[in-house]
């Protein structure tokens, strides 16, 4: 009689079906079921030095993250500035951005605005001449701008959220779409809520540094006051 526990031997125990995807989640062998991915717009206040952009790109580059647009921004607090980024991704990656992000040294503050966040993005549509009534008509119907007028092209500004530009350019290709320019989105968090975590305007942040500057003051004050009266 051999030694060891009861039981079946190795081979005949049950093994987990199925296989694990990029994320190491489990797949369900029968519905195939991989992560649904989904679009999320992620926030960074970031420090507004040399190379910061760089960094910030050349780490989705190493990643392999799915990265639909980026943009980059002064805040209201000179030498900040805000990245804002629209990442196709399943749950596990949007979380891996974000830890990512975190960890580079020029990074503030990172995190992922609401669905209800106010959202816009700018594009330049340069047109063909042809029917410039029409173009034009078209460019009223999105509360666009004409910046450019020829007799053989005409170029728009057409600004708001991503589903009013998708309608635009689609409108504007039958007249014949020379060239295009989008910037991609750029948002702000609706209300009193911070963009970012612990985000702070510049006039709230002066307001506490003097409001520490004079605690300090009046610190100094009192201990002068209190050396002056000894005998």
Do not use: W
Request: aromatic share 2%; no cysteine.
């Amino acid at each position: 009689m051999t030694g060891g526990l009861d039981g079946p031997a190795p081979k005949e125990r049950p093994h987990p079906d199925g296989r694990r995807n990029a994320q190491g989640i489990r797949i369900d062998p029968e519905a195939e079921a991989d992560p649904a991915v989904r679009t999320a717009v992620v926030s960074a206040l970031v420090e507004h030095e040399p190379g910061v952009l760089s960094r910030v790109s050349g780490l989705f580059s190493r990643r392999q993250f799915n990265i639909e647009s980026l943009t980059v921004g002064p805040t209201t607090v000179a030498g900040n500035a805000r990245i804002t980024l629209v990442v196709e991704e399943t749950d596990p990656g949007i979380d891996q951005v974000k830890k990512q992000l975190a960890k580079l040294k020029p990074v503030i503050s990172v995190g992922e605005l609401d669905g209800d966040a106010v959202r816009a993005e700018l594009v330049l549509l340069k047109v063909r001449g042809d029917e410039p009534d029409k173009v034009h008509a078209i460019t009223r119907m999105y509360q666009g701008q004409t910046l450019d007028a020829g007799p053989r092209t005409i170029t728009v500004q057409i600004t708001g959220d991503q589903g009013k530009i998708d309608d635009a350019v689609d409108a504007f290709r039958q007249f014949g779409i020379i060239e295009i320019a989008r910037t991609g989105q750029t948002a702000l968090a609706r209300g009193d809520t911070p963009t970012t975590p612990g985000e702070e305007p510049a006039h709230a942040r002066a307001r506490a540094d003097g409001a520490e500057e004079a605690h300090a003051d009046g610190g100094e004050t009192d201990r002068d006051e209190t050396e002056t009266h000894d005998p």
